[in-house]
T-cell receptor
Framework: GEDVEQSLFLSVREGDSSVINCTYT??????LYWYKQEPGAGLQLLTY?????DMKQDQRLTVLLNKKDKHLSLRIADTQTGDSAIYFC?????????????FGTGTRLTIIP | DAGVTQSPTHLIKTRGQHVTLRCSPI?????VSWYQQVLGQGPQFIFQ???????GRGNFPDRFSARQFPNYSSELNVNALLLGDSALYLC????????????FGQGTRLTVV
């Protein structure tokens, strides 16, 4: 079955690294995603990783995937106030790619000045 | 280039009424998906359309329906509205069925009273 879980809240000091974690249950996931949602806004695609990769780095963002433990993490280096938002991980399990995304409940990241 | 545009941005309806939400995908994108995001939760998949055909359906009642037009824009229709239908309705567009990246609009905030 499909189930994606995240912790609800994370507080980080400005300038520190933020690590947001996610676990999923469906081992047939093909792609795993991180989306950002600011208040009153839609979802912004941050990054994604193919399920046969372990790591992907994109500027301040690093995604780590442990397929054995079905664990995904997003590290944001040098966290800034503009990073305050809700972060959703999502999995795609369709053989055809991105037809259906299953989202977690989101992690609200708060930056402490 | 314009991103995904949704209309209206907000609306209020009464229980039992019908509502139509509209989405225009990014220019050149042929696939549109609809998601429902209830307050405090992650988005839930409702439908995916590609080339005017339904390619996927989530676990939603038959009161929910959608269609895609020749210009790839889409409508989501909900009949016999319930209080529980109050949510942010998000539209996502992707280049084609099987594309990895999906881009979301700002959403339509529906309140049912």
């Amino acid at each position: 079955g499909e189930d994606v879980e995240q912790s609800l809240f994370l507080s980080v000091r400005e300038g520190d690294s933020s690590v947001i974690n996610c676990t999923y249950t469906d081992s047939s996931s093909t792609y795993l995603y991180w989306y950002k949602q600011e208040p009153g806004a839609g979802l912004q695609l941050l990054t994604y990783i193919f399920s046969n990769m372990d790591m992907k780095q994109d500027q301040r963002l690093t995604v780590l995937l442990n397929k054995k433990d079905k664990h995904l993490s997003l590290r944001i280096a040098d966290t800034q106030t503009g990073d305050s938002a809700i972060y959703f991980c999502a999995e795609s399990i369709s053989n055809f790619g991105n037809e259906k995304l299953t989202f977690g409940t989101g992690t609200r990241l708060t930056i402490i000045p | 280039d314009a991103g995904v545009t949704q209309s209206p941005t907000h609306l209020i309806k009464t229980r039992g009424q019908h509502v139509t939400l509209r989405c225009s995908p990014i220019s050149g994108h042929k696939s549109v998906s609809w998601y429902q995001q209830v307050l405090g939760q992650g988005p839930q998949f409702i439908f995916q359309y590609y080339e005017k055909e339904e390619r996927g359906r989530g676990n939603f009642p038959d009161r929910f329906s959608a269609r895609q037009f020749p210009n790839y824009s889409s409508e989501l229709n909900v009949n016999a509205l319930l209080l529980g239908d109050s949510a942010l309705y998000l539209c996502a567009s992707s280049l084609a069925s099987g594309s990895v990246e999906a881009f979301f609009g700002q959403g339509t905030r529906l309140t049912v009273v």
